[in-house]
Nanobody
Framework: VQLQASGGGLVQDGASLRLSCAAS????????MGWFRQAPGKERDFVAA????????YYADSVKGRFTISRENAKNTVYLQMNSLKPEDTAVYYC?????????????????WGQGTQVTVSS
């Protein structure tokens, strides 16, 4: 599985962005998908995840109520809608895919990582 993330950019405090992650491979619909982010000098942190069929979603406390993860298996794409962005959301966002994810918040559960897309929120 190859993952290509897009949609990042520079926005102001309170703005919205939608990240997309296009996946190659016929087995996309069998993978759990997610997003992690890494700010300069910090650890790579969990943001959100979604089960293979979209039936379950998971969010970091810091983004609950502001971010929404979704997927379209017919398009091999997962999305992260980010509303009410804050400067502390500034980071490189990575799309991930995992075949047997039992702990969605753990980065070690994911087999595949995209190249990352930069999100910068100015105050």
């Amino acid at each position: 599985v190859q993952l290509q993330a897009s949609g990042g950019g520079l926005v102001q405090d309170g703005a919205s962005l939608r990240l997309s992650c296009a996946a190659s491979g016929r087995t996309f619909r069998s993978y759990a998908m997610g997003w992690f982010r890494q700010a300069p000098g910090k650890e790579r942190d969990f943001v959100a995840a979604i089960s293979w069929n979209g039936g379950s979603t998971y969010y970091a406390d810091s983004v609950k109520g502001r971010f929404t993860i979704s997927r379209e298996n017919a398009k091999n794409t997962v999305y992260l809608q980010m509303n009410s962005l804050k400067p502390e959301d500034t980071a490189v966002y990575y799309c991930v895919a995992g075949a047997a994810v039992t702990t969605p918040t753990s980065r070690y559960q994911y087999n595949y990582w995209g190249q990352g897309t930069q999100v910068t929120v100015s105050s």
